[in-house]
């Protein structure tokens, strides 16, 4: 049983469009992120929520957003892509601040 | 602000040969964790190690340790008898957890580990 799981694991789109990347975690976790690895392997926190607060890096665009359904999932909507938007997108949960996150096996993004 | 310093972009050994991975950080805060990750040609990210401030016993896992000065900020990572499966990106990452409520970390810019069979 995969711990967190990501779909799709590869994404190739146009500029303009809206995509969706979905992020399921079973380890009971109650806190789910969001990061973004850059080209040059930078890992960038871009969200953090749990059922009572979303913490959102300032830095993320608002086309960007994260909703989650329920604690288990925290999916990541992002509106009229643009080419910088190309990255790996990883989803992680932990218990709160009190254990290690564990990733999801990324998400590879490519606009065109 | 938070900050984290991987000062070595790459690193090659022979097999068998001893690594070590630095890593310094920055924080005002005085509860704060500390984290190894590793991210394998394969692309996933692992978990290696969580330590919190106020915990500085070194640890050892198998050909792993880990080094944490609170004097010097560093966390550094050291690698015994390196072997091909060790070759990898690892991340030294830090969590202000206690401030934040959540487990946000701040990632290095991470130490690309070759080993040469």
């Known amino acids: 049983d995969t711990a967190v799981s990501q779909t799709p694991k590869y994404l190739v789109t146009q500029m303009g469009n809206d995509k969706s990347i979905k992020c399921e975690q079973n380890?009971?976790?109650?806190?789910m992120y969001w990061y973004k690895q850059d080209s040059k392997k930078f890992l960038k926190i871009m969200f953090s929520y749990n059922n009572k607060e979303l913490i959102i890096n300032e830095t993320v665009p608002n086309r960007f957003s994260p909703k989650s359904p329920d604690k288990a999932h925290l999916n990541l909507h992002i509106n009229s892509l643009e080419l910088g938007d190309s990255a790996v997108y990883f989803c992680?949960?932990?218990?709160?601040?009190?254990?290690?996150?564990?990733f999801g096996q990324g998400t590879r993004l490519t606009v065109v | 602000a938070q900050k984290v310093t991987q000062a070595q972009t790459e690193i090659s050994v022979v097999e068998k040969e001893d690594v070590t991975l630095d890593c310094v950080y920055e924080?005002?805060?005085?509860?704060?964790?500390l984290f190894w990750y590793k991210q394998p040609p394969s692309g996933e990210l692992v978990f290696l190690i969580r330590r919190n401030s106020f915990d500085e016993q070194n640890e050892i896992s198998g050909r792993y340790s880990w080094n944490f000065q609170k004097s010097t900020s560093s966390f550094n990572f050291t690698i015994t008898a390196s072997q091909v499966v060790d070759s990898a990106v690892y991340f030294c990452a830090l969590s202000e957890a206690e401030r934040t409520g959540a487990n946000n970390l701040f990632f290095g810019t991470g130490t690309r580990l070759t080993v040469i069979p």
């Open positions: 992680a949960s932990s218990f709160r601040g009190n254990t290690e996150a564990f």
């Open positions: 380890l009971g976790h109650d806190t």
């Open positions: 924080t005002r805060d005085t509860t704060y964790y």
